[in-house]
């Protein structure tokens, strides 16, 4: 199991300093990855690359039904607007993730409200070495969003679930439920509404720096 990596407050993370962040992939640039690798033909998978296959296309499907129902609050609008010095967003996810599909929608659309902010993607698995450092309970769940201001400040991390969600999965598994059984309770979870507790706390965070 993964150990994480302890990080001194008010340092500067190696990996800022060496520009890591700052080089990852952009929304576009993810998104665009993300359906060339849907547009593969499915013959000649093995059995596991098919699966996340169907892992991502679900997701996809989710996250453009987030990205049609929502409409900003605003109260995250006004705290999205009133950032006054540049930030970058660096989100830690993948396509498959099921947690990524309901929260980046939000997210990007909080980011693309103000020019200062610059919002940039690492896939999880290419970058493991970071994720170590943002485990929840020693797992590498994503996804993981970190503001740092650009002198690399870390401002905010949130994720890799909205809290309830993630009270609701830790009941599901104390009393037993499989690991298929909490999934589905999540999406469901979710496909009720829940997304939009990513916005109340991404609201609430941001609300909460420089304080």
């Given at each position: 199991?993964?150990?994480?990596?302890?990080?001194?407050?008010?340092?500067?993370?190696?990996?800022?300093?060496?520009?890591?962040?700052?080089n990852g992939l952009t929304y576009e640039a993810y998104i665009s990855q993300w359906k060339d690798k849907l547009d593969r033909p499915l013959k000649g998978m093995e059995r596991v690359e098919r699966r996340y296959h169907f892992y991502s296309k679900y997701n996809d499907e989710r996250a453009?039904?987030?990205?049609?129902?929502?409409?900003?609050?605003?109260?995250?609008?006004?705290?999205?607007?009133?950032?006054?010095?540049?930030?970058?967003?660096?989100?830690?996810?993948?396509?498959?993730?099921?947690?990524?599909?309901?929260?980046?929608?939000?997210?990007?659309?909080?980011?693309?409200?103000?020019?200062?902010?610059?919002?940039?993607?690492?896939?999880?698995?290419?970058?493991?070495?970071?994720?170590?450092q943002y485990l929840t309970n020693e797992a590498r769940s994503i996804p993981k969003l970190i503001i740092f201001s650009m002198d690399g400040e870390e401002l905010v991390e949130w994720g890799p679930r909205p809290a309830a969600l993630q009270a609701l999965r830790a009941e599901l598994k104390d009393s037993g439920e499989t690991g298929n059984i909490i999934s589905q309770k999540s999406v469901e979870w979710y496909e009720a509404g829940g997304w939009r507790e990513v916005e109340t706390e991404l609201a609430h965070a941001l609300a909460l720096v420089g304080k």
């Open positions: 199991m993964a150990q994480q990596i302890d990080r001194m407050a008010g340092s500067v993370p190696a990996f800022f300093e060496d520009q890591r962040p700052h453009a039904r987030v990205k049609d129902a929502y409409s900003m609050n605003d109260s995250l609008k006004e705290r999205v607007e009133s950032i006054d010095e540049p930030q970058l967003w660096m989100i830690l996810t993948e396509d498959w993730c099921v947690d990524s599909a309901y929260a980046l929608p939000i997210i990007y659309a909080a980011a693309s409200l103000n020019s200062k902010i610059n919002i940039r993607i690492l896939p999880r698995d290419a970058n493991l070495d970071i994720m170590d």
